[in-house]
């Protein structure tokens, strides 16, 4: 099925931008312009009774109903200069030896991205277990239990060509709609060095038809060219992005496009951790070409099951027994 065969309540090509308010605290300087400058510290710092564990501020029904509707939400301020602060130290040591800390790619010419941070000892890990990340993507995507799959560091420095063209993340080993990517700014984020842009909506269509998105094949297919999409007033969704500041995050749909060009700027470098998680409606897909969770063989899981909470997939958020149910299981589901 083509995707222009969906008419999904989207009839608008605008660029919707978000104007960042001012932060609380200029965490975006605690460590320079960006996070250039190097600040001696140790890599695995602990938690700090000081370092919040709740979301700084509240999620709202705002905030789920747009990820529902558009797959995609911005979220300000959810975490603290405490936290900000010492990842932006953590990132500065990974960049200086990317290959120490975990597994390297994709990258392009100048850009460095490294993941699987969290398996080790440090911040990062830190970071997953003690952060109110899990709870703020839970409440966000109505799951009552997630867990954490992988991390990704991802750094253009200025000047950095590194473009990340259209994509979706549909190499993940799961099927389901709750397989969401928490991309925190460790950096000023903006136009000129390389904001993420969403294309709103477009989940329902790959939900809708139960496409996904990758090379030519079995059970995938390419997107279109959505660069020539832009400004067409018939094209039945919208472009969105924001620029951030340090401690802002953006929370986006498994299906959703997103794609992002190279630094132009000269001075500021963009640094973001993004961390993919999985809820209660997820499912196993051991399937040749997709990417395994370390440590773990992937085709000997169990096809359409619910990955069991592990070492490897653990269990970072719970909502509280005294909350209503937010997710239905599949069997209980009325047809």
């Not at 040591?93 to 440090?122: C, F, N, R």
């Not at 986006?252 to 470098?269: A, C, E, M, Q």
């Not at 998680?277 to 440590?295: A, F, K």
Request: negative net charge; contains cysteine.
């Amino acid at each position: 099925m083509e995707w222009g065969a969906i008419k999904p309540p989207y009839h608008s090509s605008i660029l919707v931008l978000c104007s960042p308010p001012k932060p609380r605290r200029r965490i975006g300087e605690l460590v320079g312009v960006g996070i250039q400058s190097p600040i001696p510290a140790p890599f695995s710092l602990q938690a700090r009774p000081t370092m919040n564990e709740r979301p700084l501020n509240p999620i709202t029904a705002e905030h789920i109903e747009t990820y529902r509707a558009d797959g995609v939400v911005c979220l300000r301020q959810m975490f603290d200069a405490e936290w900000i602060e010492r990842l932006q130290q953590a990132a500065l040591e990974v960049a200086a030896d990317p290959a120490a800390y975990g597994l390297t790619g994709p990258s392009h010419g100048a850009m460095i991205s490294v993941s699987h941070l969290w398996h080790k000892p440090g911040v990062f890990r830190d970071f997953v277990f003690n952060s109110p990340a899990g709870e703020i993507v839970g409440r966000v995507i109505e799951a009552d239990n997630v867990q954490m799959f992988h991390d990704h560091l991802f750094r253009k420095p200025p000047r950095s060509p590194s473009i990340m063209q259209w994509h979706a993340d549909h190499l993940w080993p799961f099927t389901g709609t709750m397989i969401p990517n928490l991309w925190v700014a460790l950096s000023p984020v903006n136009e000129e060095n390389g904001r993420i842009e969403f294309v709103a909506g477009y989940h329902r269509f790959c939900i809708d038809t139960g496409s996904r998105f990758g090379p030519a094949g079995d059970g995938t297919f390419r997107f279109p060219d959505f660069e020539t999409e832009r400004g067409n007033p018939d094209f039945p969704f919208r472009f969105v992005t924001w620029d951030l500041q340090p401690g802002d995050a953006v929370l986006f749909h498994v299906d959703i496009p997103h794609y992002s060009k190279g630094n132009d700027s000269g001075t500021l470098d963009r640094t973001g951790l993004a961390m993919r998680m999985i809820g209660d409606d997820c499912y196993w897909c051991p399937r040749e070409g997709l990417m395994p969770v370390q440590g773990m063989d992937l085709l000997s899981q169990p096809d359409g099951v619910h990955p069991e909470p592990g070492e490897l997939l653990p269990l970072i958020w719970r909502r509280p027994e005294d909350e209503p149910r937010a997710f239905t299981p599949r069997e209980e589901q009325v047809a």
